[in-house]
């Protein structure tokens, strides 16, 4: 029997969206950036923040397949504002 696991589900909502709704600035004036796919970075319309995405309710489910029965999880995944929303001034 051959056993797979997947990563968390993306978020629900994708981060452009999510912060476009937190800053209230378009999605198409936001630059979103991230070194490790954990944190991401949130610039636009004079604010920027801190994202990462959180999940939870994960559960595993048998799945039949032709080469057995793979695991994959199913989970509830949002993107988390972890910090405030204006630049420092300089």
């Not at 452009?16 to 476009?20: Q, T, V, Y």
């Given at each position: 029997m051959a056993c797979a696991v997947r990563e968390p589900e993306p978020p629900k909502v994708p981060l452009?969206?999510?912060?476009?709704i937190d800053f209230g600035c378009p999605?198409?004036?936001?630059?979103?950036t991230s070194d490790d796919d954990v944190l991401w970075t949130v610039?636009?319309?004079?604010?920027y923040g801190f994202?990462?995405?959180r999940c939870s309710q994960c559960m595993d489910?048998?799945?039949s397949g032709a080469a057995g029965f793979p695991i994959t999880s199913s989970c509830d995944c949002e993107w988390?504002?972890?910090?405030g929303?204006?630049?420092?001034?300089r």
């Open positions: 452009g969206r999510r912060a476009s999605a198409e004036k936001l630059h979103i610039r636009g319309c004079n604010k994202y990462e995405r489910m048998l799945v988390v504002l972890t910090t929303r204006r630049p420092p001034k």
